[in-house]
């Protein structure tokens, strides 16, 4: 099973609220991402967890605040967010971090702010 | 640094068509690469993977080989559905601290029935 789950799958947010994204992955896999994906463009890397730490900020505004509260679990608070944060957020895992590894994708929270 | 050189869309081909995506890249060392697919409205899907010279990835009909002496792993389809039309993204993962697959741009795949 090679399934990371998201949700929720779609949000609408203004600029002065406060939300999170969730994403989950019960493959055992270390290493969690953040990627940020505006259409018709590749995803760019946010953020990655490595054994629940942080090893990577891809200089991302503090307006987004990852957590991740165990092994599977990988949060992502949004406060004050802009209009152009309106993009699909994906989640990826991977067995480890650092090596060669595949990374599996979820499905995706698409964000509109308004 | 590493990049992924992927030829742009859009690529529209009849239903039975016979489909190649060219993708390049330039990395440190050996990489693994990586062939995914993203259909309209969903997250990326990993369609095929390769980890080291003349390995040939497969799932679904589609194949490519990774290729070290032209810095190459095509995507390649013997007769494409409508159901394959999808944007296609090559990647690459060379390793080391960097943590990160470096994208190619992405080829918007249509198929016509």
């Known amino acids: 099973d090679t399934e990371v789950t998201q949700t929720p799958k779609h949000l609408v947010m203004g600029m002065t609220n406060k939300k999170s994204l969730k994403c989950e992955q019960h493959m055992g896999h270390r290493a969690m991402y953040w990627y940020k994906q505006k259409a018709k463009k590749p995803p760019e890397l946010m953020f990655v967890?490595?054994?629940?730490?942080?090893?990577i900020n891809e200089s991302v505004p503090s307006r987004f605040s990852p957590e991740c509260p165990n092994s599977s679990l990988l949060n992502l608070h949004l406060h004050a967010l802009q209009p152009e944060d309106s993009a699909l957020y994906l989640c990826a895992s991977s067995q480890e971090a650092g090596g060669k590894e595949t990374q599996y994708f979820g499905p995706g929270t698409r964000l509109l702010v308004l | 640094g590493d990049s992924v050189t992927q030829m742009e869309g859009p690529v529209t081909l009849s239903e039975e068509a016979f489909l190649t995506i060219n993708c390049t890249y330039t990395a440190t060392g050996y990489p693994s690469l990586f062939w995914y697919v993203q259909y309209p409205g969903e997250g990326l899907q990993l369609l095929l993977k390769a980890t080291k010279a003349d390995d040939k990835g497969s799932n679904k009909g589609f194949e490519a080989t990774y290729r070290k002496e032209t810095t190459s792993f095509h995507l390649e389809k013997g007769s494409v559905q409508v159901s394959d039309s999808a944007v296609y993204f090559c990647a690459l993962n060379s390793g080391g601290s960097n943590y990160k697959l470096t994208f190619g741009k992405g080829t918007l795949l249509t198929v016509n029935p």
């Open positions: 967890y490595s054994y629940e730490k942080l090893s």
